[in-house]
């Protein structure tokens, strides 16, 4: 069979590799022997795939990965081994790379409906030309030698057109280009004139034939730890391959797939150290990178060799020596001790500090709130209240009010639909307008559309555009979906979202689990998204039934995971009416149940936010709000933030 067909194959095979668990349908985790005692599933299958996950050692991946982890094997050596494990013969028809002159800069072009274009003699004659005049002075303008440009098969051609352009009938102008190789059947062409026209930069960089990666070579024929950077442009690759490091380029923050991809069919003893540029599109790909890799359980570090600049060229042209010691230094902790926090302090730190920052200025919309917060951090926030307190109209003002200031939202509903949402928001637009002619939601929704709900419905749009999105969960919704929606949201819109769940308690495990085991690994893989991806996600919870004739504390959260341990924010909604001292006395629990009839009745209903724990200043405060459950409404108390909340 083929080499898919083979992994296919190995993948469906867990059965007959793992040991059965006394749970049924689970099996013994062979890295941290979840399932052999009393407690614990073992590793459990996502039904329908050959995924394994074990939630107390929190691997996650099919055979292959499992197979890499248990042995300490590359990708290669776990395929071959459990190739001879189930007796798996795998035809022999791949052919071998074919080797450019005068060195192999790439992997194989990958197939394809239409014949790969051969750009090997080309290679040859451009390479040729290296020596040329506009050829040398590029290659100085940029800080690269000319041994490394000739080492990694580099060229020039003094009068370049897009072969594709003149294969599809245009009739493109001649430019001097830098040629780099990155497979026989791709290369990117870089314009090597200084003065450029507006038009003439937007196909300054032009790439030929299908994306490659530049130089994965240095990822095969890595020793055992030794450093090898991941960048993005090809020339920046060549920048640390000329202050003495060894790199590979992606060629396009789009391309950390590509990467990913070739580590797993060849896999690596490198330890990666990732150098994205210095933008938000570099800082994320670093990130979904970091992310891929640690999945792949491939050693990796992020480090800052810029110093401040774009990109790795810029900082070798702006000053060579600082470059090449940053790279040394970059090297040098991939050590025996590649956490410390001296290597901390002198790479990352800055940038983290820079990115928290930045966050104060994400807010609320509730002023009272946002004094005492500081801003909207990433991390896990989780917000609890009992029933019919209003907690998802809460944070559904708050989404739309962080939306009308800009903030992307994907707003995850498990229980209400995406028509019960929208009229929520203008029922509480006409009500800010006017209470007195204000609309309720369940009106709107009824068809009663007066002219105040179109008012409304204009002014909505018009705020928050195309950034507030909800998501109906329809009571079938993962962490899963939630993790793939948001990297996919991220990709395709190049921002870093608020993530809001609505609620935890409906949303569905992976496996078969107890309630409290998929609540608790619900909560723990949010707070890894979170940390992964350096977004707010805000989880909404239930509490016990047992507090709600107390105020709100840790005990509400008891039968709702770990989040007392695992979130790094919890507000808490509840009844001003619980700070009488009714409640804190021994009274009777009828006198209480009617002291809660009645603040529920009152309108509008006294309402303050309790923070019970928080990772990012104030460790507890309150905040008062006036509560219009008829209009989806809340209004701070306070009379000098009462008009502080966004309005439409």
Known sequence: MTRDQAKQEIKSRYADYLQPAKKHGTYICPLCKNGTGSTGDGITVKPGTTHLKCFKCSFGGDLIDLYQREHGATMPEAFAALCERFNIAVDDHTAAPVKTQPAPTSAPATGGAEAQADYKAYFIEC???????????????????????????????????????????????????????????????????????????RFAKMKEGAAQLFNPAALTRAAENAPVFIVEGEIDALSIIEAGGEAVATGSTSNTHKLLEYIEEHGTKATLLLCPDNDEAGRRAGRELAEGLQGLNIAHLSVDITGGHKDANEALTSNRAAFIEAVQAAQRSTSAT??????????????????????????????????????????????????????????????????????????????????????????????????????????????????????????????????????????????????????????????KPVVIVDYLQILQGEGRQTVKEQTDNNVTELKRISRALDLPIILVSSVNRSNYLAPIDFESFKESGGIEYTADVVWGLQLSALNDDLFTKEKSIIEKRERIREAKQEMPRQVELVCLKNRYGISSYKASFEYYPQFDLFRPTESEDAAGAKRF
């Open 127 to 201: 390479g040729e030309r290296l020596t040329d005049r506009a050829a040398l002075e590029y290659l100085s303008f940029r800080g690269i030698s000319l041994e490394t440009a000739a080492q990694y098969g580099l060229g020039f051609d003094p009068a370049w057109r897009s072969p594709q352009a003149v294969k599809n009938g245009r009739n493109p102008p001649t430019s001097p280009r830098l040629i780099i190789p990155t497979s026989a059947s791709s290369y990117l062409a870089r314009d090597t004139r200084r003065e450029l026209t507006e038009q003439e930069r």
């Open 338 to 495: 590649p956490d410390s926090v001296t290597a901390y302090i002198n790479s990352l730190m800055a940038g983290e500090i820079e990115n928290f920052r930045r966050s104060s200025t994400r807010k609320t919309g509730f002023e009272n709130l946002d004094r005492q917060a500081g801003g909207i951090y990433p991390g896990l926030y989780v917000l609890g209240a009992i029933s019919s307190l209003g907690k998802t109209t809460f944070i559904h003002q708050v989404a739309d009010q962080m939306a009308a200031a800009g903030e992307h939202i994907l707003f995850f509903s498990m229980e209400q639909s995406r028509l019960e949402m929208v009229s929520k928001s203008l029922a509480r637009i006409t009500a800010q307008r006017d209470i007195s002619t204000a609309c309720t939601s369940l009106s709107i929704r009824g068809g009663r559309l007066t002219q105040a709900a179109l008012d409304a419905a204009r002014a909505y749009t018009e705020a928050v555009q195309d950034r507030m999105s909800v998501i109906e969960g329809n009571f079938a919704c993962t962490v899963s979906f939630i993790g793939e929606y948001v990297r996919r949201y991220m990709s395709r819109n190049e921002v």
